[in-house]
Nanobody, 120 residues
């Protein structure tokens, strides 16, 4: 089994910053991509940012220039969020695409999410 645990969410004023962290653990054989998605009330889950093993990143247009995704080792991913806006309010989910030990199928795993609220 693969577990993802997010941390770093909270309440912040517009224009403020937060840094989300995600730790992956368990029977991980290899990781292709790690990323962040978010889901606001009444909306579908959407991609925020993703980073692959080669360090290539991809961002939603709405966060380009404000958010930065990074990985400091094979199993940790971060999301630095600057210049936060009320519309960034959502539950943020960590995502991993890879292979668990003994599993031949490329699988997507999700964390339980962390709430980010941007409000004055």
């Amino acid at each position: 089994q693969v577990q993802l645990v997010e941390s770093g969410g909270g309440l912040v004023q517009p224009g403020g910053s937060l840094r989300l962290s995600c730790a992956a653990s368990g029977s991980i054989f290899s990781i292709d991509d790690m990323g962040w998605y978010r889901q606001a009330p009444g909306k579908q889950r959407e991609l925020v940012a993703v980073i692959n093993n080669g360090g290539t990143t991809n961002y939603a247009d709405s966060v380009k220039g404000r958010f930065t995704i990074s990985r400091d080792n094979a199993k940790m991913v971060y999301l630095q969020m600057n210049s936060l806006k009320p519309e960034d309010t959502a539950v943020y989910y960590c995502n991993l695409v890879g292979y668990a030990t003994g599993v031949r199928t490329l699988t997507t795993y999700w964390g339980r999410g962390t709430q980010v609220t941007v409000s004055s």
